[in-house]
């Protein structure tokens, strides 16, 4: 099972920009086209980084555009026709998305033009390596082997900063309802 989701990564990372991102979704299975979309979303934060380090200064704003658009783009599929898979795949990256953009936007009103920001570097970011053909998650200085175990389809009320942290912490996919840690 493993080897399969790490070969369905493989070519889910290779092939994402070879056509557009809502027809690419349907190419893949939900884990896979999940994970490859938070590789994106990690590739194409730093390619804005690295384009404001060049000195154009609208990098982040304009990749920022391209989040609503995207976003909007799948919105308007969930009005249409979708397989109950399918639909719950879309609604999921959705709320996956929503969470990028915010994550966007509060690095564009504080001015963060730096990929060695805590801002960014707190978020939990999904990395290809190409040589290694592997996934790794990342968050602050630590760095975590995707495991490639099948996580399901499941569905995503919202990303907290616990739940966003939730792989680094434990195996298992977040519950399905808010966790609540008392205070120590």
Avoid at 104 to 118: G, N
Avoid at 136 to 143: H, K, P, V, W
Avoid at 144 to 165: A, K, M, Q
């Amino acid at each position: 099972m493993r080897a399969t989701v790490r070969h369905e990564m493989t070519e889910g990372v290779t092939a994402y920009e070879e056509k557009p991102r809502e027809q690419w979704l349907f190419d893949y299975p939900a884990q896979v086209a999940l994970t490859c979309t938070q590789i994106w979303w990690t590739t194409e934060v730093g390619i804005a980084f690295a384009r404001l380090e060049e000195g154009y200064e609208n990098a982040m704003k304009e990749y920022y555009k391209k989040q609503v658009t995207q976003l909007n783009t799948l919105i308007t599929m969930l009005i249409g026709q979708l397989s109950k898979g399918d639909r719950q795949k879309i609604m999921t990256i959705c709320t996956i998305d929503v969470h990028a953009r915010d994550v966007v936007a509060k690095m564009i009103a504080q001015k963060v033009d730096s990929a060695q920001a805590f801002i960014w570097l707190s978020q939990l970011r999904h990395r290809w390596a190409d040589e290694e053909k592997h996934c790794f998650a990342n968050i602050c200085d630590a760095q975590f082997l995707y495991s490639y175990e099948y996580l399901g389809n499941t569905s995503r009320l919202v990303i907290t900063p616990l739940t966003d942290r939730w792989p680094c912490l434990c195996p298992f996919p977040p519950p399905p309802f808010p966790v609540l840690i008392p205070p120590l």
